[in-house]
């Protein structure tokens, strides 16, 4: 059952005071209960009670103060000049020692095991020599066993407490790092995206720049062509990454839809348009996959061609997709004279393909055909 509010604040608040403060003000109230009796009462002959009995109540109450920083110390103190109360014959009777009841409840909540252990053994012994009725050594005995108690109590729910708010540190730290993670894999997304959509565009319109001046002095059809799809993939490319700037805004932005599977004949066709000649196709029946698996199945294959415009020097290319029963298989070839290099070993572009495959469960292998001259890159992409 939770705790009233008002209780809440107030624990929160007295947590807060100096712990002298509050030992001081325990020892003031607690030497003003063992004054109560001598105070309130007088002698039958209506004199004040003996003097030893006022000197012994502040005594056995003030070390209270230091009760944290020495509570064996201030227990045997406080238990020692309580029983020599008696050793005068003029003192009230005093119902009930508090400084030693609150010096036992602090060796219990704050000394080690083997000091607590010492303690009890002591105060059995002492219980058989302590003058007075059996009665009385009874009732002390309650007494000090459950200020014991009460003290082995609190020490466990600090334990407690103490360690629900590690636990609550610890998960949210667990959570920062987390969200740092997460971070960090979203600038590498990002970056992928970035590389993949430059890389791209930069590379179409740096082919059909090089043939132009070439086409404008044999075909200016050809060359009109040319600059148009120089000015088509510039566009493309800054609608991408405008796209993908807006996401990172604290504003909200036009949120278009990814480029997926169903995009890919468009790039073949794009790229084709521009370079090699693409071909592409499809084996299998197409069934749905992960939306993350289709981003990541368009920027392989965009990434694949981008190195074969860049690099191959090849005259034909193709793409080819093939539907499995658990996974989905993607293969870009070309007739080039290849790069040379197999994953993981390639550059930006081939390890970049190699984690998107990994990011969504797959794998990935890129390196030089065996069929026939050129480059082949493969991936392999669940589909559940």
Request: glycine share 8%; hydrophobic share 45%; net charge neutral.
């Amino acid at each position: 059952m939770p705790e009233p509010p008002l209780v809440t604040v107030l624990r929160r608040r007295a947590r807060a005071l100096p712990p002298l403060l509050v030992d001081g003000a325990l020892a003031l109230l607690i030497t003003g209960a063992q004054l109560w009796p001598l105070l309130t009462t007088r002698q039958a002959d209506g004199l004040p009670w003996d003097w030893w009995g006022y000197a012994v109540a502040v005594t056995a109450s003030a070390p209270l103060v230091w009760r944290r920083r020495a509570p064996l110390t201030t227990l045997m103190v406080s238990l020692v000049v309580s029983l020599s109360y008696d050793l005068a014959d003029h003192v009230a009777e005093q119902p009930v020692w508090y400084g030693t009841l609150v010096g036992y409840y602090t060796v219990a909540a704050l000394s080690p095991r083997r000091t607590r252990m010492l303690l009890l053994g002591c105060t059995a012994v002492g219980m058989l020599f302590l003058p007075g009725s059996a009665d009385t050594a009874l009732r002390s005995s309650m007494l000090l066993v459950a200020a014991y108690a009460t003290g082995r109590a609190a020490a466990g729910s600090r334990a407690h407490a103490a360690a629900l708010e590690e636990r609550a540190a610890r998960l949210e730290r667990e959570r920062e790092l987390e969200a740092e993670r997460a971070a960090e894999r979203e600038r590498a997304r990002i970056a992928r995206d970035m590389h993949d959509i430059l890389a791209h565009a930069v590379s179409l319109m740096v082919v059909q720049a090089e043939a132009g001046p070439v086409a404008v002095r044999k075909d200016p059809a050809r060359a009109e062509a040319a600059f148009d799809a120089i000015a088509g993939a510039g566009r493309d490319a800054m609608e991408q990454i405008r796209r993908m700037l807006g996401v990172l805004k604290e504003q909200e932005a036009p949120r278009a839809p990814q480029p997926t599977i169903d995009d890919l004949p468009g790039l073949a066709a794009q790229v084709s348009a521009a370079g090699p000649e693409v071909t592409f196709a499809v084996t299998g029946e197409p069934r749905p996959v992960p939306a993350g698996c289709a981003v990541a199945a368009y920027r392989i294959v965009q990434e694949a061609l981008t190195n074969i415009v860049k690099h191959a020097g090849a005259t034909r290319a193709g793409v080819r997709l093939t539907w499995e029963d658990d996974s989905l298989m993607i293969d870009v070839m070309d007739d080039g004279h290849g790069g040379g290099r197999a994953l993981p070993s390639g550059g930006h572009g081939l390890i970049g393909i190699r984690e998107r495959a990994a990011a969504c469960g797959g794998t990935a292998t890129a390196g030089p055909r065996q069929d026939a001259p050129g480059f082949r890159v493969s991936a392999r992409l669940p589909l559940s």
